[in-house]
């Protein structure tokens, strides 16, 4: 399975910006799907998850309330809806797909890795 993440850029504060990840294979409904970001001179980090079956989410604490994940089945496709960005939104944020069988809360419960897309937000 090969993750293209897209949607990234540079934007000002309280800006909005989506990313995209569409699956090269395969369906969502076989894996759990997540979003993490890694800033300079941070860990890695979950930001957004959605199980396989879609009928759980979860956000971490930063970003509740202010980005939504979301997936289409029928286009192998899962977003990250960021609105009110902040500067310390700023990273490289990756998709990753992980097993169902496996939680989502960990990278190394994630089997495939997206290449990546910066995102900065300029005060």
């Known amino acids: 399975v090969q993750l293209q993440a897209s949607g990234g850029g540079l934007v000002q504060v309280g800006d909005s910006l989506r990313l995209s990840c569409t699956a090269s294979?395969?369906?969502?409904?076989?894996?759990?799907m997540g979003w993490f970001r890694q800033a300079p001179g941070k860990e890695r980090e979950l930001v957004a998850a959605?199980?396989?079956?879609?009928?759980?989410?979860y956000y971490a604490e930063s970003v509740r309330g202010r980005f939504t994940i979301s997936r289409d089945v029928a286009k192998n496709t899962v977003y990250l809806q960021m609105s009110s960005l902040k500067p310390e939104d700023t990273a490289v944020y990756y998709c990753?797909?992980?097993?169902?069988?496996?939680?989502?809360?960990?990278?190394?419960?994630?089997?495939?890795w997206g290449q990546g897309t910066q995102v900065t937000v300029s005060s």
């Open positions: 959605v199980l396989w079956s879609g009928g759980r989410l």
């Open positions: 990753a797909a992980g097993s169902y069988s496996r939680t989502f809360f960990r990278d190394d419960e994630y089997d495939y």
């Open positions: 294979e395969g369906t969502f409904t076989s894996y759990n």
